[in-house]
């Protein structure tokens, strides 16, 4: 089923990577930039503490994180479907994973 996604406003980069480097302190990769004006935040997977023998960040994990966006900024819209990536590099000791949002157009 598809959703109508809100209208998104289109900031500059220097405006969103104040706020992007603050949620993810430290594990922050890069930030892509789509015409609708939504981003996409690529991160490091150090970024979740996993358990056990997990793998993979839990439901909770992600849920967890998304909370914490909209502490950081309630004016920002967050898609459901976040996840794994291609970290695009050769040397890595780590996953990537990627959160795309937008600012809600006022």
Not at 27 to 44: A, C, S, T
Not at 48 to 74: C, E, I, Y
Not at 95 to 101: Q, R
């Amino acid at each position: 089923m598809d959703y109508d996604l809100p209208e998104f406003e289109k900031r500059p980069q220097y405006l969103v990577l104040p706020y992007v480097k603050g949620v993810f302190t430290g594990n922050f990769l890069r930030l892509q930039e789509y015409d609708d004006g939504h981003y996409r935040i690529i991160f490091k997977s150090t970024y979740f503490v996993l358990q056990g023998d997990n793998t993979a960040p839990s439901k909770s994990q992600w849920s967890t994180l998304k909370k914490k966006m909209k502490r950081h900024n309630k004016g920002v819209f967050i898609f459901k479907e976040a996840g794994k990536v291609d970290c695009e590099t050769e040397i890595a000791d780590y996953d990537c994973y990627y959160v795309d949002f937008g600012f809600f157009a006022h």
